[in-house]
């Protein structure tokens, strides 16, 4: 039913760099709205991230980083740590028929 | 700060209604741009954008659900509720509700509810 697609997963070392992907359309990302980020800790709430493509609520690493690049968008994380461990979910707007709201598939981080 | 939280039934039976109500403190849903949304969570899934209401009582729905989905809200009460008709099973989910700012992400969250579907 989402209309972003993520891996499912990606894993790395501690230390590492990884980067997930966010795959939309014309009728969401690629029609300029904004993406945002979340981090979901087993058994947590969602945690805003990034907001605005690549914008970093107080508080939130600068390990964390977002872009948005045509039809997609991406959130990488610099120097892996165990502590990100998480499922991360990117979010944007869809005009398509009914405009609203929509989130990515997910993708589980598992850190080595 | 800026807080909500989610109550309502932890378990209901197929076909029947729900009826989920957000509590929020920190901010006012009668603030020009501010809007409150329901989002859900099956089990192992992903999350699930469901319906949000703004300031001015404008309302919005998930495609896929608008016709079992009602959004309302009470501004004096600090309180957004959410009901959903005809319950199944594959409605067992984690509801939350969170609150959303112009610029279109949710920044806060509540701790979300486990509601189950099952006789």
């Known amino acids: 039913q989402s209309v972003l697609t993520q891996p499912p997963s990606v894993s790395g070392a501690p230390g590492q760099r990884v980067t997930i992907s966010c795959t939309g359309s014309?009728?969401?990302?690629?029609?300029?709205?904004?993406v945002h980020w979340y981090q979901q800790l087993p058994g947590t709430a969602p945690k805003l991230l990034i907001y605005?493509?690549?914008n970093r609520p107080s508080g939130v690493p600068d390990r964390f980083s977002g872009s948005k690049s045509g039809t997609s968008a991406s959130l990488a994380i610099t120097g892996l740590q165990a502590e990100d461990e998480a499922d991360y979910y990117c979010?944007?707007?869809?005009?398509?028929?009914?405009?609203?709201?929509?989130f990515g598939t997910g993708t589980k981080v598992t850190v080595l | 700060q800026i807080t909500l939280k989610e109550s309502g039934p932890t378990l209901v039976k197929p076909t029947q209604t729900l009826t989920l109500t957000c509590t929020f403190s920190?901010?006012?849903?009668?603030?020009?741009?501010?809007?409150v949304g329901w989002i859900r969570q099956p089990p192992g899934k992903a999350l699930e954008w469901l319906a949000l209401?703004?300031?001015?009582?404008?309302?919005r729905y998930s495609p896929s659900l608008k016709s079992r989905l009602t959004i309302t809200k009470d501004t004096s009460k600090n309180q957004v509720v959410l009901t959903m008709t005809n319950m199944d099973p594959v409605d067992t989910a984690s509801y939350f509700c969170?609150?959303?700012?112009?610029?279109?992400?949710?920044?806060?969250w509540g701790q979300g509810t486990l509601v189950t579907v099952s006789s």
């Open positions: 969170a609150h959303r700012i112009p610029a279109a992400h949710f920044d806060y």
């Open positions: 920190g901010f006012s849903l009668s603030t020009s741009g501010v809007a």
């Open positions: 209401i703004y300031w001015d009582d404008d309302k």
């Open positions: 014309s009728s969401n990302i690629g029609a300029g709205y904004d």
């Open positions: 605005g493509n690549s």
């Open positions: 979010q944007s707007y869809d005009s398509s028929l009914s405009a609203h709201y929509v």
